[in-house]
């Protein structure tokens, strides 16, 4: 039994003490996984196992990633041109460190991953988006693909097999929209980020017109591991119905902020007390964000739940990227609202107009009320546009219903509190921040 | 300027870099982003003159390519100073403090957010979630993340940016 065996995607990290460079990786079974998929398996083996495997998308999503290979056409059915493999590296949910964290410190087990899922897909070129201001996951990016390629992992005929595979980075310039898979596709096609009309889903058009698959980054990392132990060894890791693991992340005031691989499944309080070391002296926990700002508050009475996707759906959230970010008690509501929609309102891509009017419309009155300026029927007007933005449907793509999430949980839960700011005419939390 | 003369805009290794760019792409305006950037990291900025050289260079028009470049927050189409502040404004870092911490460094570089100082040594611009949020308040210069910024450690980090 090594880490490995427990934290696939960690493991190595913690045994090397940091960063994970060729030699490290190669020791503890790296590149192993990539040589058994591309010498002994076939493509639609490799999907078959990572649909059993139950796989979910880590990029918040939850889509499952076998079946999503499976859309892409094979053979004949492709059609003429090549066939794109695509990392959104592009991380950007507020309150989410994880894939800095996995880029920086174990880049050979994204492109392990990648390697096996180019070749389930038979995509020879492939591209990791990276956010631009990821600087130090670039470098080491830059070094980990010069030393897979000297190695012979990537380039021309990968492990004496006729597969080729092209792996480049794409360095963003920047914006929240282009985590969203269309948007980031006309980002790397060097375009305005705007999302596109689906269907076509990119599977059957993406990147250039031509079949593209596009996965986050834990979720490739979690593949390496399904090819070399098995689906059986994979769903055994999660708690829940869920399989594998997660890096979870916790953010705000607690004693040990961080990020842990852990089992899937994990419950919330475990998270916080045991992990992240509960809450700092004086502080009380008064609501969480479970997967980054776009997912729904959860409060005391949900803290014992699993962090898994059906769980906390059920719950009325969603674990969206599994890192948490933390409200405590000297936190008004009201003006953490105001900045998380001052956040969605910013990235707004602009093109449709629920999103591109409402969200200011939104953050502006919630700075009224923050500040005191609230009046009677404010709550009404917030709870409508909650309801009509947040509709899907009603906007293009699903960046102004990731915005509401927030609010319409914020205005439920804590709704004394936004009752309070229009009552007296002034926030209650003023002076208590510290 | 004519348009022959925008010929000359581009330095040569600016020319090979975009060059580069495309010759892995499978046209010539797909590098708009890749183009746009390199011109920056060389010059600080995207100047109009320069805009109108790329758009020649990928045979595209200047006004495509501006769209293009005002879309994108790390695109400048205003001249920046020496160095480029950026700090988190989102929601981790706000937990933790940003607000003030915002408020603290537009008081100790005498400058607004949007704003460069006097001497050009510093532009500051707010930025999204830079991806370190178990160290808020965090805070970027040019190439380089810091932690756990507070208000006293201003002088100290500042003082490191010629």
Known sequence: MSLMDTKPLLGRVE?????????????GQGYGAARKALTSMSPEAIINLVKDSNLRGRGGAGFPTGLKWSFVPQGDAAGEGAKYLVCNADEMEPGTFKDRFLLENNPHVLIEGMIIGAYAIQAEKAYIFLRGEYHQPYR???????????????????????FNLDLRIHSSAGRYICGEETALLNALEGKRAQPRTKPPFPPASGAWGRPTIVNNVETFCNVPGIVRNGVEWYQGLGLTEDAGTKIYGISGRVNRPGLWELPIGTPIRELVERHAGGMREGFELKGILPGGASTDFLVEEHFDLAMDYGTI???????????MILMDNSICPVDMSRNLQHFF???SCGFCTPCREGLPWIEALLLDIEEGRGQEGDLEVLDRNAQFIGAPGNTFCLHATGAIEPLQSALKYFREDFDEHIRTGKCPYHGRRL | MSAAELVHVLSGEEIAEIEAEIAHLPDRESAAIDALMIVQKH????SDTSLRAIARLLGMSSDALDSIATFYNLIFRQPVGRHVVMVCDSVSCYVMGADGLGKAIEEHLGIAFGGTTDDDRFTLLPIVCL????????????????ENVTAERLGEIFGRFE
């Open chain 1, 140 to 162: 080491r990016l830059v070094e980990a693909l010069a030393d897979a390629t000297t190695r012979g992992f990537l380039g021309q005929g990968i492990f004496g097999t006729d």
């Open chain 1, 345 to 347: 309102a910013q990235e």
């Open chain 2, 131 to 146: 991806g370190a949020c178990d160290k808020a308040p965090t805070m970027m210069i040019d190439d380089e993340l810091i």
């Open chain 1, 313 to 323: 759906q059920a719950a009325g959230s969603r674990m969206g990227t599994g890192t």
């Open chain 2, 43 to 46: 010059r600080g900025w995207v």
């Open chain 1, 15 to 27: 045994e090397v003490g940091g960063f994970v460079d060729l030699n490290a990786y190669e020791a």
